[in-house]
């Protein structure tokens, strides 16, 4: 989970932590990342996109205030 103070938003904090974790799972061997954010946080949402992740439709979603996305690894 990427979470922050709201103090601490719009500073980049996220984007290092979740950049950071995208070299680890490179390393590992790992061929995708799946995540999601609730629907409304589009500050989350657009930080996921500029870094890669696309949207990922999930069938009989349990948590319909969701939004799903998955990343690909090279």
Avoid at 20 to 32: D, L, R, T, V, Y
């Amino acid at each position: 989970m990427v979470a922050s103070l709201p103090e601490y938003t719009n500073k980049g904090y996220g984007k290092v932590a979740v950049q950071g974790f995208i070299e680890k799972a490179k390393n590992a061997g790992m061929k995708a990342i799946h995540l999601y954010a609730d629907k409304e946080n589009r500050a989350a949402l657009n930080m996921y996109r500029k870094l890669g992740f696309v949207d990922w439709v999930i069938l009989d979603e349990l948590r319909p205030g969701d939004k799903h996305l998955i990343r690909w690894i090279q």
